[in-house]
């Protein structure tokens, strides 16, 4: 089967409704509602970080208490191949964690599979990120749970970016908002983030389930089951204790990080599409719009934002303080070659005033040239039809209107499209 028509008939899924917000300080408790019906044909793919925006989200939340998969291998070969995985976190096996290695190896295995094509970018930026602070390099596999390796994943409660994280919670380990830059989207800075929280979890239980299942529902969550199970600290003392929807994140871990390690093992193969074989990484201290260096540079101005998903707004706001700009090796050259010719190139209108006062969405459009149209969504009504309808692309018409990983748009609702 072509890569084409595989995605037609895919969605990059989150395997389970994480409740991060509820670690961080959401008030809400409840995780989304299941929907499995939100399935979108795509026609081809430009890069391999484009497939999580270019598929449609849909929730699948398996009941791994009441599962029952008939799985391709007995008992002893999954117990045998976790018992292999040396690491400090502890691998159990037991009828929820096989089920969850059924779900990523079997009943997913497709989507499992553009899963892995994403982690073949993003693993190692976490593993050195890990390495650094000491940590089991096991935790990367917590990213597949949360947001399926997409940085600009965001939960109904606002939680963002591949590890999920609250306002507050990422303010507190130096992940900054403005309005032009979002750290919990920067692949690198959440990473760093993420593994300073885990590290502090860790700290408080001394056992890392149980850090990672407060790293999903909070620390208060776990006190409280241990104190219910009458101050039994192992995980699965507490299991029946802990929230419904945390109950499964330790066995999808567990389930993930099999995958992880076997997935050869079960014929997968993980789903290629182009990509930056290397990167390289330059400081900027001027403003600078992606449209300014995709014009002299001609680099696609969607390869930008893929490797650059902090900037909200394309722009890069360099004259605060330095920022990242990361390129494609084989385009660098070229960009410190035009550097100042990029940098005046249209600046007077890029960084008019009046521009960089409006709404996020009007600055991703080139400011000159292009028509804004306004859709007003009626019933019947996705935003895989409405970016038909225009020909503009799925991704594009997200990124304008904050469209979130799920894909939801309400009846009555102005989208703006730049023709």
């Not at 929730?59 to 117990?79: C, G, K, Q, R, V």
């Not at 860790?202 to 909070?218: K, P, R």
Request: aromatic share 12%; hydrophobic share 35%; with cysteine.
């Amino acid at each position: 089967m072509k890569i084409s028509q595989l995605l037609g008939i895919l969605t990059l899924i989150y395997l389970l409704p994480t409740n991060t917000a509820l670690a961080q300080g959401s008030d809400d408790g409840n995780p989304d509602t299941p929907d499995n019906s939100r399935y979108e044909s795509i026609d081809s793919l430009l890069s391999i970080f484009h497939i999580q925006r270019s598929m449609s989200d849909s929730i699948i939340y398996p009941e791994i208490d009441s599962m029952n998969i008939a799985a391709d291998l007995p008992d002893s070969i999954y117990i045998e191949r976790l018992s292999k995985i040396v690491s400090p976190v502890h691998l159990a096996y037991n009828k929820q964690i096989r089920n969850c290695i059924i779900t990523y190896t079997q009943k997913y295995k497709e989507k499992s599979e553009a899963i892995l094509g994403l982690a073949e970018y993003y693993m190692p930026i976490f593993e050195e990120v890990f390495d650094q602070y000491g940590l089991p390099l096991e935790l990367k596999g917590m990213a597949v749970i949360e947001s399926a390796l997409d940085p600009l994943a965001v939960s109904r409660f606002g939680a963002t970016g591949m590890w999920q994280f609250m306002y507050r919670t990422g303010k507190h380990y130096n992940l900054n908002v403005t309005s032009f830059v979002d750290d919990r989207r920067d692949p690198f800075a959440s990473a760093h983030a993420a593994a300073k929280y885990l590290h502090d979890l860790y700290s408080v239980f001394g056992d890392w389930n149980l850090a990672i299942a407060a790293y999903n529902c909070g620390e208060g969550n776990v006190r409280k089951a241990i104190r219910r199970a009458n101050g039994k600290t192992d995980y699965w003392e507490i299991y029946p204790y802990l929230p419904h929807e945390t109950r499964g994140y330790v066995p999808l871990f567990v389930g993930a990080t099999y995958m992880l390690h076997y997935y050869k093992e079960h014929g997968m193969v993980p789903l290629k599409a182009d990509k930056p074989i290397q990167t390289d990484t330059i400081m900027v201290n001027r403003m600078l719009h992606f449209e300014q260096i995709s014009s002299l540079v001609d680099i696609p101005i969607q390869q930008l934002r893929d490797l650059n998903p902090q900037y909200r707004r394309d722009i890069i706001p360099g004259k605060e303080k330095p920022y990242t700009l990361t390129l494609p090796y084989e385009y660098t050259t070229a960009f410190i070659d035009k550097e100042e010719e990029i940098y005046a190139y249209k600046d007077s209108i890029y960084f008019n005033p009046k521009v960089l006062a409006a709404p996020a969405d009007y600055s991703v459009s080139t400011p000159d040239g292009k028509t804004k149209i306004t859709h007003k969504v009626v019933k019947g009504d996705t935003p895989g039809g409405i970016a038909q309808k225009y020909k503009v692309r799925l991704s594009d018409l997200k990124y304008w209107n904050n469209i979130g990983s799920k894909n939801i748009i309400r009846i009555g609702q102005k989208l703006v499209i730049y023709k």
